[in-house]
Nanobody, 119 residues
């Protein structure tokens, strides 16, 4: 099992920046990818960033150029730097961990952290 704990959410004005952190513990060797999903009220959960142990990354067009995922292997921590935030980025953001092998598969989830962008 892998445990994930997020931090860094909050309220920010449109155009501002925020950094989320996710610390992983447990069976770290069983995973080779981590990512961030978000879910807004009434919408499906969507992947906003993924990073593999080989530094492959994935972003949807909606956040490309504004969001950056990075990781610190020594701390077993992944970060999501969000800039030029828009009200439509408002959602609960979830850290995820799993595997990357041409496709992304996430099996473990954090509890989520709220990000609210005011206009």
């Amino acid at each position: 099992q892998v445990q994930l704990v997020e931090s860094g959410g909050g309220l920010v004005q449109a155009g501002g920046s925020l950094r989320l952190s996710c610390a992983a513990s447990g069976s770290i060797r069983s995973i080779n990818a981590m990512g961030w999903y978000r879910q807004a009220p009434g919408k499906q959960r969507e992947l906003v960033a993924g990073i593999s142990s080989g530094d492959s990354t994935k972003y949807p067009d909606s956040v490309k150029g504004r969001f950056t995922i990075s990781r610190d292997n020594a701390k077993n921590t992944v970060y999501l730097r969000m800039s030029s935030l828009k009200p439509e980025d408002t959602a609960v953001y979830y850290c995820a961990a799993g595997e990357y092998n041409r496709n992304w598969h996430f099996y473990y989830w954090g509890q989520g952290t709220q990000v609210t962008v005011s206009s």
